[in-house]
């Protein structure tokens, strides 16, 4: 009974946040601006430990010269850094935009894959940027985990304590969020946390969520 009703208590916490999101934010997509798949991976992978702002400051440009898999290609790393130096970690990004690019060429003709494997395989490509492109780009329920949504996730009571990693994150809430919700409410979360539960002073008075919010429940206590 008692592992029963705790399950319940999950399912209904779940249930009232993806409702209350549902009605707060009922079309959501990225933030970064891109033309193509092809662009959309180049944005993220330059996104890691970087605001989507920045991105999307620098890639009109850098998409001007380098559109598509094939002109990036044939450019040199430095070529790139030219137009990304303003992002973190520039020098590494360009390396990987560069051999991503044509790895694409060598073994898919130019074109992003989405199988989950194959994106893995591209330079720069972690599981966080390989579930953006699948959920965005081809519209898999994949559930990628970053800051603001492990931040939110951990603080909502979505996940415990236990789940201590962005995969054990990830694999709690493709649990409990239905399918077709599913990459909605990666956005969901993350911009939740970009602007209202943000890591330092979270802006708890315009939380919509409050009433069920463990964090506030907790402080209200001390």
Not at 6 to 32: G, I, N, Q, S
Not at 164 to 193: C, F, S
Request: glycine share 4%; with cysteine; proline share 5%.
């Amino acid at each position: 009974m008692g592992i029963f009703a705790a399950k319940m208590r999950k399912e209904e916490r779940y249930k009232r946040v993806l409702d209350h999101f549902r009605v707060a934010m009922p079309e959501v997509d990225t933030e970064l601006e891109f033309g193509s798949v092809f662009q959309l991976l180049v944005a993220v992978i330059l996104s890691a430990q970087c605001t989507d702002r920045r991105v999307n400051q620098v890639t009109p440009e850098l998409f001007r010269h380098y559109p598509d898999a094939r002109t990036m290609a044939q450019a040199e790393a430095d070529d790139v850094l030219e137009y990304v130096s303003s992002v973190s970690y520039p020098n590494s990004k360009a390396k990987h935009l560069v051999e991503m690019a044509r790895m694409l060429m060598e073994r898919h003709e130019g074109e992003v894959p989405s199988d989950m494997d194959q994106l893995l395989l591209l330079p720069g490509v972690g599981r966080k940027t390989a579930n953006v492109i699948q959920a965005v780009a081809f519209g898999q329920a994949t559930m990628a985990v970053d800051t603001h949504v492990y931040r939110v996730s951990h603080r909502l009571g979505l996940v415990t304590k236990k789940e201590n990693t962005p995969y054990k994150v990830e694999q709690m809430l493709l649990k409990y969020i239905p399918e077709e919700d599913v990459p909605r409410a990666h956005h969901w979360l993350l911009l939740h946390g970009r602007y209202v539960c943000t890591s330092r002073m979270p802006k708890c008075e315009k939380c919509g969520l409050a009433s069920i919010c463990p964090k506030i429940l907790d402080d209200s206590k001390l």
